[in-house]
Nanobody, 123 residues
Framework: QVQLVESGGGLVQAGGSLRLSCAASGSMFSINTMGWYRQAPGNQRELVAS???????NLAESVKGRFKISRDNAKNTVYLQLNSLKPEDTAVYYC?????????????????WGQGTQVTVSS
């Protein structure tokens, strides 16, 4: 089991910045990819950014050049730096961790989610 606790959301004006943190605890052995998703009212949850243990990064096109994801493996913590925020970035941001393991029964995959943190960008 893995627990994810997010912090750092809030209200900010357009053009401002925020930094989200997600601290993971529990059995991290089979956790490789961690990242952030967001969900705005009426929309589906979408990937914002993900980072593998190796440091390989995947960023959504809509946030490239504005958001930065980083990870401290020693602290089991992933960060999302949000810069040049726009009103359309307003959403609940969820931390995500993917567990992947090879078992005698085959490949085992499980997604863990944080409780979500609200980011609101005013125009």
């Amino acid at each position: 089991q893995v627990q994810l606790v997010e912090s750092g959301g809030g209200l900010v004006q357009a053009g401002g910045s925020l930094r989200l943190s997600c601290a993971a605890s529990g059995s991290m052995f089979s956790i490789n990819t961690m990242g952030w998703y967001r969900q705005a009212p009426g929309n589906q949850r979408e990937l914002v950014a993900s980072i593998m243990r190796s440091g390989s990064i995947n960023l959504a096109e809509s946030v490239k050049g504005r958001f930065k994801i980083s990870r401290d493996n020693a602290k089991n913590t992933v960060y999302l730096q949000l810069n040049s925020l726009k009103p359309e970035d307003t959403a609940v941001y969820y931390c995500h961790a993917q567990e992947v393991a090879v078992t005698t029964s085959g490949l085992y995959e499980h997604d863990y989610w944080g409780q979500g943190t609200q980011v609101t960008v005013s125009s």
